[in-house]
């Protein structure tokens, strides 16, 4: 007896159908999730728009002089609001990848504009903090071909990160320089706490939080991996080098044809 | 003479919000809820520039974009929402800028500013 389905037209039918039902059934089910992180994104970012927007008000003094005290717990308010909505589009930013929702576009970005964009978006934190912030990049007039979005959010959650772990007046550097393949090898370097040897692979695992970390500091521990997830759509790689007490270098590359690698791993 | 503003949100949080604080930058401000209300709005009034919330109780943001712009292809309308990954679409639909809620009050004040530069000779 055979065991092609071919000579049972009966029992062929009956396949054919089954896979056109779960068919049906995943496409159901992906727009469920679809509907599902819309409708929460819009329920959870709606509350915050409104309690950021009064803490906003009274700090920029619509409701006349604050206390110290006063100014204080806003301030609280306000940094612990952030926060949130950092964790939301985090959750949203993964859940979108997951559901392999994100696609590249890729356009040649310019090195200068975006390291100069992500630096000044740190700089009132980084003034806050006393954090020297710099951009060491000796071909800052090249351009790289890169989802601007994306690479921006990949510097921006490195960035955000050595923040979190460098101690006032540490120094914070981003750099980018070419690699002999042609790719661009871009790294955040911090004069943090350093990360462990035995952690330097688990930090970029979803949920996954350094055993040193503050609470204050805590945050779903999302950023690096989706920071390793967006490299990895370029085609590129991402890892840390680090000497614990001493600081950490986060590098990743972006290959010099992203939109090559990506049709090529699809293949 | 004042600028006014047209903020269209469904939530009065963060309409009344808004709205303090635009009065306290020197703003006249108008507030509707729905999609219909500001289209009603937009033609008993000239207003300098649009705050527009995308998912309104009645209609979609964006088709509160057309008749707006139906009326007056050169109205500066601002796009502030909590839906996510629109920001394309609205842009490419004509929108003078895009922010996601929840966004600081400076990026707002900055895109109204710039927005009543563009629109200034309407």
Redesign the interface.
């Known amino acids: 007896m055979s065991g092609d389905p071919g000579e049972f037209p009966e029992f062929r039918k009956t396949l054919e159908e089954r896979v056109r039902e779960l068919n049906e059934k995943v496409q159901e089910l992906d727009c469920v999730r679809s509907a599902f992180?819309?409708v929460v994104?819009?329920e959870?970012?709606?509350?915050?728009?409104?309690?950021?927007?009064?803490v906003?008000?009274m700090l920029?003094g619509?409701t006349g002089p604050l206390s110290e005290k006063q100014s204080y717990y806003l301030e609280r308010v306000r940094f612990n609001?952030d926060r949130l909505?950092r964790t939301i589009n985090d959750l949203?930013d993964l859940s979108r990848i997951e559901a392999g929702r994100v696609e590249l576009s890729v356009n040649d970005v310019s090195l200068n504009a975006m390291l100069t964009e992500v630096m000044d978006a740190f700089k009132p934190s980084a003034k806050a903090k006393a954090v020297l912030l710099l951009i060491d990049c000796s071909i800052i007039e090249t351009t790289v071909p890169a989802d601007p979005y994306k690479l921006r959010q990949v510097l921006s959650h490195l960035v955000q990160n050595a923040m979190k772990f460098t101690p006032p007046h540490g120094r914070i550097t981003l750099s980018a320089e070419p690699c002999p393949d042609g790719a661009m090898l871009f790294s955040v370097s911090d004069t943090g706490i350093g990360v462990p040897p035995h952690e330097r692979t688990k930090i970029f695992e979803r949920f996954y939080r350094g055993e040193a970390v503050d609470v204050e500091l805590r945050g779903a521990g999302l950023g690096l991996a989706i920071s390793k997830s967006l490299v990895e759509l370029h085609g590129g790689r991402i890892w840390v080098e680090s000497e614990p007490g001493e600081g950490s270098r986060f590098l990743f590359t972006i290959p010099a044809n992203p939109e090559f690698r990506l049709t090529d791993r699809k293949r | 003479m004042r600028p006014v503003v047209l903020i269209v949100d469904d939530?009065p949080?963060?309409g009344?919000?808004?709205r303090?604080?635009l009065e306290?930058e020197g703003y006249r401000v108008r507030l509707t809820m729905t999609g219909q209300d500001s289209i009603v709005a937009a033609e008993a009034e000239r207003f300098d520039v649009v705050v527009l919330d995308l998912?309104l109780p009645d209609l979609d943001g964006l088709n509160v974009l057309a008749a707006l712009h139906a009326r007056d292809p050169r109205l500066p309308v601002i796009i502030a929402t909590?839906?996510?990954n629109r920001k394309t679409e609205s842009l490419s639909q004509g929108a003078f800028g895009y922010l996601?809620?929840?966004?600081?009050?400076d990026a707002l004040l900055t895109l109204l500013s710039r927005a009543l530069t563009a629109g200034g000779d309407r």
């Open positions: 992180v819309s994104s819009h959870l970012r709606t509350p915050m728009t409104s309690i950021k927007g009064y906003d008000n920029d619509l609001v909505t949203l | 939530d949080d963060v009344g919000g808004l303090d604080l306290h998912d909590a839906v996510p996601a809620k929840p966004f600081p009050h």
